[in-house]
């Protein structure tokens, strides 16, 4: 699929090893341990109605291909990062089979499945572990490239200002480091292009996220996302967007983390910067290649502390997962979210799924059901909803913003449960017109003569308005 196929989606993503068995057991799986807890690519296809449910029309997995199998310092493999054989499955998730009936499975539902792959390094236990450099490795092991001479110099990456220092030094340390591939060679070029080129296809894989893309220079992509053929969305992980945008000039686009940063700022506490927010969307908007269009925007991943990790409050928390649902882009949420999972650091942000029984009776999965579907209606009711830029209503409420993406209008305040805001809108909708707040089908009328629309927050939630014109009568949302 496109990135224009892509636009309309809503990605849940997954840690294959974390999401689900392949069978109905919970054995442990303390996350601090590092090990394999039993997830599969089975168990995925089992409860795919689960994702369904709540609005997902796409998943992300963690990536596919054989892994070192050793015990490391930081434990084993379970997320799939640690590429020893890019032409194996890792066969802790399940069978060749088995990933081509998820892919099966998910098509017949009109789902996407997009796959993790990792080009910047491959993974091996150095054979001592030496802090003086260059540390040995059995470089016979991996496939295909099995050489030293396939690897770059050994360094460690000492300075993130240094671009050649990013691309060529090694990521991980000495306990563990990153086996930094010499993508500057053009046989190691040619080799991934054709490799992806029939990865894709061996898979039926509708899109891919690119681990690491800041480390590989940036000519590298062009074409190799034309050797892919599917959309790609690449992994730059910085807080700046003006480093961000260069990727988007050779990928799809990449995870909007520029504005993640402010976001999770903006609500974690009651005193967060809200304007923040709206300065970062608006310095992307201008700045990407096609603005925050096709952008991943998302509030929590398996890299960083779970937005649950800083607060609970459940009124920033609604308002903070509603975000990524009314953004310009693809909103992706991280498995555990919905489920109120409160992991802080790597490795404790990977709990697993099976503990929470996959309940669907629960307030934070009615809420997200309810923002996805929100989206959806908005998309359906208007042909230029997809493509219309987010914008920013100014409030006189400090502690409450306005974001309009006609017909979506979304009311959002970092009050916080026991805080009290409220919003005033003019000229969004029409004078006389009723809106519907999603979140709890409470009905408003605009105002008939100034065509303002007048809210208040209840326990610090946010509202996410349509025109009731835009709902459907098929019972979906706030209809019965
Ligand atoms: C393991 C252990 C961890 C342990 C770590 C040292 O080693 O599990 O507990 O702390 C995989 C696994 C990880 C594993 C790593 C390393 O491999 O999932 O569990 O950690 O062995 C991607 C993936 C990620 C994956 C890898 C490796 C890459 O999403 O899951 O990790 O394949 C860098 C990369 C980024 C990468 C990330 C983990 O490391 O750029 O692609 N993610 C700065 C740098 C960033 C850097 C980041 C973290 O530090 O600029 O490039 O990310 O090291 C902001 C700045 C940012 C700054 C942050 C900290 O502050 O704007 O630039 O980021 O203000
Ligand atoms: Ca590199």
Redesign the pocket.
Known sequence: ASADDWKSRSIYQIITDRFALSNDSSPTCNTED?LYCGGSWVGIVDHLDYIQYMGFDAIWISPIVKNIEADTA?GYAY?G??TQDINALNSHYGSEDDLKSLATALHARGMYLMVDI?VN?FVQNPSSNSSTLPQTFDYSALTPFSAETDFHTQCFISD?TNQTNVEQCW???SN?P?MDIDTENNTIVEEWNSWVTSFVETYDIDGLRI??V??IRKDFWPDFASAAGVFTLG?V????ITYASDYTQVLDSVLDYPTW?PLTEAFNTTSGNLSAIESAVTQAQSSYKNGLFGTGSFLEN??QPRFQSHTTDTGLVKNAISFPFIHDGIPILYQGQEQGYTGAS??YNREALWFSGYEEDKDLVTHIKAVNTARQLAANASSSFLTTKMSFVSQSDEGAIAISKPPILALLTNVGSSGSASWSVSGVYDKGETVVDVLTCKTYTVDSSSGTLSASAESGAPRIILPTSALTTDGTLCTS
């Open positions: 590092r930081y997320h990062y640690w990792v390094h993130y990521l991980g340390d563990l990153l681990d690491t800041k480390h992994e992980l910085s807080d700046n940063y398996h890299d790597d490795p």
